[in-house]
């Protein structure tokens, strides 16, 4: 054991900087542009692949350390140069925006450089021989140390002396750290701030590059590699402090010896750790390692508020929709009809996420968690506890899923904010993902499968569910009655007061608001209704699995309604309905929906910051100057 | 004219009518393509073997149609990509249900199988599934509307376990690294299970608690060390994916090969081998769902190889082109035998009835629709060619020796 456990603390600190290898390049373009780039995954990526044709194609098998070498450096330079071209097509246009927005856009970005690299490379697997010079072993008694693992911590270490150096003793260093801070002074001394943007993303993203190029024979290469590192660079940025090298570094270390610990010390809870750790950090540093108990000055505040429609124009929209929906079983086929059932779920799912987001300001990343919970409790209870009935089933997950909510608001609420509070929700669902696989009562990975569709007992009657058309229309009046008591909820007395708390919380807690409170209040109603949709989805697909809590169903309700447009009460649906539509209309492209989806909301995102609502209502979002949100360099 | 002689006239007109259609109306249905519906995941994780699936499920079509189809009816495929996402196989299973397609291949992964077959009756169809291992597949969540073309993992364990015991009698000490997932867990029960029941009474196997892995590492090296200071002296193995080729890519310089003498693995077939080339860990054992050398003297095994052959110039053929190939060529025959493409038709052709397959004959066993037919693995080896590795032994087992007691709906009884 204690072999083990020396030898876990070795290569905890080489994982650690693999870890850092990749969040490097992060850390820098948020510090710098302030954009948090979901991509960076991607293009780290596009790295390891590029370096392994250069290898490929150049060297011979296994490369020299040289071309090794070199091959890196091609992926860097390749890597600086692509993006020049992102910065100028997609960065530039996100600075000084919601994070929200960030992700949306970035994410998109993640999913069509995905599409393209296995456009390129194909979906095949690559592995890369180290050089000879790098693939034997240091052993020192009976330890076995890699060489690779070596020569990994020598250039991490490298790595981050130079950034370190740059950043904090040299002249450019303090140049990009002032443009950072201001660059609008910056801009009057005289400087070419355009200029110094585009130096830090070409630095970024060479990072990316040579990071991949590095790595590309620590493990293999293929189209989930981005995944893999990006998440953890990721919590490693979080955590760290963003924007700040020694809190990246120092968090990536920290995130490579807790997993390679974990792995000898509770070796069956494999991959909960570091998500736990996450939690844990930013409870008690709620804006990072790195940079104490205050807030940043540079947080960033949503100018997306909800507005409230009439009632006349609601109800008019709500009634169209819900006569539309309701006449959906007698035209559509099964197919269509069973996608237009999953759209609902996730407009029920979207209208949760942008309670907080449109009326409080509260940006969360870990809805899928109050879904999960929804899904799974109405699928066990119905599936194998039968007698309980399905009514009670969801009204008692429901306040399951609101006292989750409750507890998970009174941990991070008053705690940590904004980005940090979003990446906190974001851990805790993928704790949820994680325990749900550990569960054997609910099928681990495999799900709870088989799930039947319930007959209501309704005392003097029955109502025989069964059948798609009959819980097509039951799931359609009661997400009508959840839309209308959000609606109630956005449009009353509580929503004004959230909406004020959004504008200005210290004033509205000068006005005798209880701002925290009333934050969490909108939490819970917001997990309550998120577990609603879960439980409405369970006897709809009579499947659920744990992917429903992973990270890409997490991003899903942040899409749709910022995709329909955040700030309209119809917004989330839309958006919903929307991705639905691209889905099922990409059907035919097998294997081209990651380019298509990401491609076709990028192409929205950019083009219409205020989401396909914001078409008619393009004063919606609007910047000082009454036009869509612009770069907060420019202002 | 009487009102009756008038109704009779409109009667004899409209038999006339329907008379000279037929001919035509016949004539459509001939050339109206028979359409079957293969989902399998085109992106995400599992894309890499559904781009074998597809062409696969494309060669079937293309051998049945220049034979002139089913019944003179020419047979066409409806692709869909279900990304390895139950959801999504369930989406299109009722998509395609709808759309008149109700015969469907699909299910390459336990949850994309499990998904549809609990609405195959719901929306009247059939599914013959192509991959899916769980052993509740003809157990627990039986379904009469699906066939399983492949072994099960009670099956596929024990085949393996017989192997270890049969051909590395000296290896009483066996380990495990697997992804923390259910499907791994039961068939490291039913490998271990295999062990003791084929061992000696005299040398029963010690079995060690398995080392865990989940999906998405990219740092094996504390697991590989934990590995090296066990007493483990062979392996099963099921890191499918790149995990698998980052695990031994990353064992190299611990001399992993000289300490462990057998590798059982499940899941990945020939991707390992191919990404590893000569990295390959010797007396690599890994279960098959064809293995093409196997069956060169069956007329459809050597047809599909030597068009795979003529395709890709690839001397070496994943399985996983077979198992589609195998299900579309199953429904041709059950709809030329019977005449009847309607999804009740099909599943009495199909039910306890025996099929030519690349791989033999195989039969869905009349209880629970489980393939009865051969199991094989096959051992890989690395090698000094370009390619790195070379198969070098097979096996090929009866899996009614291996096979376990039908009990639709309810779990093994071990």
Redesign the interface.
């Given at each position: 054991m204690a072999?083990?456990l020396i030898?876990?603390i070795a290569?905890?600190l080489?994982?650690g900087m693999?870890i850092f290898l990749v969040a490097a390049g992060l850390t820098i373009i948020f510090g710098l542009l302030k954009v948090l780039n979901f991509a960076h995954g991607a293009f780290f990526m596009v790295g390891a692949y590029l370096s392994y044709s250069i290898l490929a194609s150049l060297a011979g098998d296994p490369p020299s350390l040289a071309a090794y070498l070199l091959a890196a450096l091609g992926s860097g330079l390749a890597l600086g140069s692509i993006g020049l071209v992102v910065d100028k097509l997609v960065l530039s246009r996100l600075r000084g925006v919601d994070e929200a927005y960030m992700l949306v856009a970035t994410f998109a970005l993640l999913m069509a450089v995905s599409g393209i690299v296995?456009l390129i490379w194909?979906?095949?697997?690559?592995?890369v021989?180290a050089p000879e010079s790098l693939?034997?072993?240091v052993e020192i008694g009976s330890f076995?140390i890699?060489?690779?693992?070596l020569f990994i911590v020598g250039v991490g270490l490298a790595i981050f002396v130079t950034l370190d150096l740059v950043m904090q003793r040299s002249w450019m260093g303090k140049i990009l750290q002032s443009v950072a801070s201001d660059p609008w002074m910056i801009r009057l001394l005289g400087f070419k701030v355009t200029a110094i943007f585009a130096i830090a993303v070409f630095v970024a993203f060479f990072l990316a590059g040579v990071a991949g190029g590095l790595l590309v024979?620590?493990?293999?290469?293929?189209?989930?590699?981005g995944?893999?590192?990006l998440m953890r660079a990721f919590i490693a940025v979080i955590i760290g402090g963003l924007g700040r090298i020694r809190g990246a570094f120092a968090a990536s270390l920290l995130l490579?010896l807790l997993?390679?610990l974990s792995?000898?010390v509770i070796?069956?809870l494999?991959?909960l750790s570091i998500y736990v750790a996450m939690i844990l950090i930013l409870i008690a540093q709620p804006h990072g390692l790195a940079a104490g108990r205050a807030a940043p000055d540079e947080e960033i505040r949503s100018e997306n508020t909800l507005r409230t429609d009439s009632v006349g124009r609601t109800t008019a929209i709500g009634g169209i929709l819900f006569a539309i929906l309701m006449a959906t079983p007698l035209w559509a086929?099964?197919?269509?009809?069973?996608?237009v059932g999953?759209a609902i779920t996730q407009a029920l799912l979207a209208l949760s996420w942008n309670l907080l987001f449109g009326t409080a300001g509260v940006v969360a990343f870990g809805h899928a968690a109050y879904y999960a919970i929804g899904a799974y409790g109405v699928g066990y209870l119905i599936r194998d506890v039968p007698d309980i009935g399905f009514i009670p089933s969801l009204f008692g997950v429901t306040i399951i899923g609101a006292i989750f909510a409750a507890l998970v608001g009174r941990l991070l609420i008053g705690r940590t904010s904004g980005i940090y509070f979003a990446i906190a929700t974001l851990a805790i669902c993928q704790v949820c993902y994680i325990v749900i696989?550990y569960i054997?009562a609910l099928?681990?990975?495999?799900?709870l499968?088989?799930?039947p569709r319930p007959v209501l007992n309704l005392i003097v009657t029955r109502l025989d569910l069964t059948s798609?058309s009959a819980y097509f229309w039951f799931m359609t009046i009661v997400a009508a009655i959840v839309v209308g008591l959000l609606w109630c909820f956005t449009a009353g007395k509580y929503g004004r007061i959230l909406r004020s708390i959004r504008q200005d919380s210290k004033r509205a807690s000068f006005s005798g608001v209880d701002v925290r409170r009333h934050e969490r209040l909108a939490f819970i109603l917001s997990g309550a209704v998120a577990t609603v949709a879960g439980g409405l989805s369970a006897p709809w697909?009579?499947?659920v699995?744990p992917?429903i809590a992973n990270v890409a169903h997490t991003t899903a309700p942040v899409l749709s309604a910022l995709l329909g447009g955040a700030g309209s009460f119809w917004g989330p649906v839309v958006g919903a309905g929307a991705f639905s539509a691209i889905a099922y209309a990409t059907?035919s492209f097998?294997?081209?929906?990651?380019l298509l989806t990401g491609g076709i909301l990028l192409v929205i995102v950019l083009l219409l910051p205020t989401g396909l609502l914001g078409l008619s209502r393009s004063n919606r979002i609007i910047g000082p100057k009454g036009r869509a949100l612009k770069p907060a360099c420019a202002q | 004219m009487t009102p009756i002689a008038r109704r009779t006239l409109i009667k004899a007109s409209a038999a006339l009518v329907a008379t000279a259609a037929a001919p035509r109306v016949f004539a459509q249905a001939a050339n109206t393509p028979l359409r079957i519906g293969v989902l399998m995941p085109l992106s995400g994780p599992g894309s890499y073997y559904g781009k074998e699936m597809r062409f696969g499920a494309e060669l079937a079509v293309k051998h049945i149609n220049a034979a002139g189809g089913v019944n003179g009816q020419p047979i066409e495929i409806v692709i869909r990509d279900d990304k390895g996402v139950a959801n999504d196989a369930v989406t299109y299973t009722r998509e395609l249900a709808g759309s008149g397609v109700s015969l469907l291949v699909g299910g390459l992964f336990t949850t994309t199988a499990l998904g549809p077959m609990g609405i195959l009756k719901d929306v009247n169809a059939v599914l013959i599934t192509t991959g899916a291992i769980s052993d509740a597949i003809n157990h627990q969540n039986y379904s009469p509307n699906c066939f399983r073309l492949t072994d099960n993992n009670y099956i596929a364990m024990r085949g393996l376990a017989r192997i270890a015991v049969e051909r590395y009698s000296k290896i009483t000490k066996w380990g495990a690294v697997m992804t923390d997932v259910e499907a791994s867990h039961d068939a490291f029960k039913k490998f271990t299970l295999g062990l003791k029941q084929f061992s000696p009474s005299d040398k029963q196997p010690t079995i060690i608690d398995p080392i865990l892995t989940r999906f998405g590492d990219t740092d094996f090296r504390t697991q590989i060390a934990a590995l090296m200071a066990s007493p483990a002296e062979g392996i099963f193995l099921n890191q499918p994916g790149e995990g698998g080729a980052s695990f031994f890519q990353q064992a190299r310089p611990f001399a992993l090969s000289r300490k462990i003498g057998a590798i059982m693995e499940i899941g990945s077939e020939l991707a390992l081998p191919t990404t590893l080339k000569k990295n390959t860990p010797p007396n690599f054992w890994t279960h098959s769902h064809w293995y093409y050398g196997a069956y060169l003297d069956n007329p459809m095994g050597k047809q599909l190889y030597d068009d795979h052959f003529a395709a890709t110039g690839d001397k070496i053929a994943s399985s996983f082109i077979e198992t589609p190939y195998a299900a579309i060529r199953i429904y041709a025959q059950a709809v030329a035998k019977t005449g009847k493409s309607d999804t009740a038709s099909v599943i009495d052709a199909m039910r306890g009835a025996t099929f030519d397959t690349p791989k033999g004959p195989v039969t869905f066993r009349k209880e629970d629709n489980q393939k009865i037919g051969d199991t094989t693995a096959i051992r890989v080896d690395p090698s000094d060619d370009e390619r790195g590795f070379a198969i070098t032994d097979y096996v090929k087992y009866p899996n009614k020796d291996l096979i376990e007691p039908p009990s639709p709906g309810q779990a093994i009884k071990l």
């Open positions: 072999y083990l030898f876990a290569n905890g080489v994982s693999a296995t194909g979906r095949t697997y690559y592995s021989q693939a034997g072993a076995v890699p060489t690779f693992s024979s620590n493990q293999s290469v293929s189209p989930q590699l995944d893999s590192y490579g997993e390679s792995a000898v070796p069956n494999p991959g086929g099964q197919g269509v009809l069973f996608v999953i696989g054997p099928g681990r990975d495999d799900g499968a088989s799930i798609s697909t009579q499947i699995t992917e059907r097998a294997g081209l929906s990651e | -």
